[in-house]
């Protein structure tokens, strides 16, 4: 379907490769895709007459002369006149089946591909906000520290003291949120992928 034109990522592609081998659905559709085809076979070998034949050699021999003895035999096995296009519609029910079938395994895979490529944008965006997240967190401990040391110098109140704490542990809670979400995004991922993703 040309998805490798359309992800540039080389990293991401692995990862795609990776979940449709993986995906027991995709397997799915592929026989179903297989097992269409082959009827459509089976129904379009019907508009044609099966011919039969048989080959056989027999020798026969012991106090008299060996004498051999070959047979060759072909026949019209079975045919159907199709005079009301019965067999003909049958064919291209299971053409058309086939058809439905192979959509189906398409949709699957853009489906499988478009899936992969959401989870590996929400990872990479969440560990963006979490390296953001932990910076800030970095820079208001920093700010903490020094505003302590200015509290105890008596340049700043102890409202000024209590709200750069606030910031700190909002801070925390923040960086605490996003590695959690990263850690669920590499679940999903993992999951999508059919087996773990490297880092």
């Given at each position: 379907?040309?998805?490798?034109?359309?992800?540039?990522?080389?990293?991401?592609?692995?990862v795609?490769?990776?979940?449709?081998?993986?995906?027991r659905?995709l397997r799915?559709?592929?026989?179903?895709?297989?097992?269409?085809?082959?009827?459509?076979?089976?129904?379009?070998?019907?508009?044609?007459?099966?011919?039969?034949?048989?080959?056989?050699?027999?020798?026969?021999?012991?106090?008299?002369?060996?004498?051999d003895?070959?047979?060759?035999?072909?026949?019209?096995?079975?045919?159907?006149l199709?005079l009301?296009?019965?067999?003909?519609?049958?064919?291209?029910?299971?053409?058309?089946?086939?058809?439905?079938?192979?959509?189906?395994?398409?949709?699957?895979?853009?489906a499988?591909?478009?899936?992969?490529?959401?989870?590996?944008?929400?990872?990479?965006a969440?560990?963006?906000?979490?390296?953001?997240?932990?910076?800030?967190?970095?820079?208001?401990?920093?700010?903490?520290?020094?505003?302590?040391?200015?509290h105890?110098?008596?340049?700043?109140?102890?409202?000024?003291?209590a709200?750069?704490?606030?910031l700190?542990?909002t801070?925390?809670?923040?960086?605490?949120?996003?590695?959690?979400?990263?850690?669920?995004?590499?679940?999903a991922?993992?999951?999508?992928?059919?087996s773990?993703?490297?880092?």
């Amino acid at each position: 379907i040309g998805w490798r034109e359309f992800i540039t990522d080389e990293r991401l592609r692995q990862v795609i490769a990776l979940a449709l081998e993986n995906n027991r659905d995709l397997r799915v559709a592929m026989l179903n895709v297989d097992r269409a085809r082959a009827q459509y076979r089976i129904q379009r070998a019907d508009r044609v007459p099966a011919v039969g034949g048989s080959v056989s050699a027999e020798r026969t021999g012991g106090d008299a002369p060996t004498s051999d003895n070959y047979t060759a035999s072909v026949g019209l096995a079975s045919f159907e006149l199709d005079l009301f296009g019965r067999v003909r519609n049958l064919s291209e029910a299971a053409l058309q089946q086939y058809f439905a079938q192979d959509e189906n395994r398409r949709a699957a895979q853009i489906a499988l591909i478009a899936e992969v490529s959401n989870a590996w944008m929400t990872l990479a965006a969440d560990q963006s906000l979490l390296a953001i997240t932990q910076a800030t967190l970095a820079t208001y401990q920093e700010s903490l520290r020094l505003t302590e040391r200015r509290h105890e110098l008596g340049a700043v109140s102890g409202l000024e003291l209590a709200q750069a704490r606030t910031l700190v542990e909002t801070a925390r809670a923040n960086a605490a949120l996003y590695a959690g979400m990263v850690e669920q995004d590499r679940h999903a991922l993992d999951l999508l992928a059919g087996s773990p993703v490297a880092a």
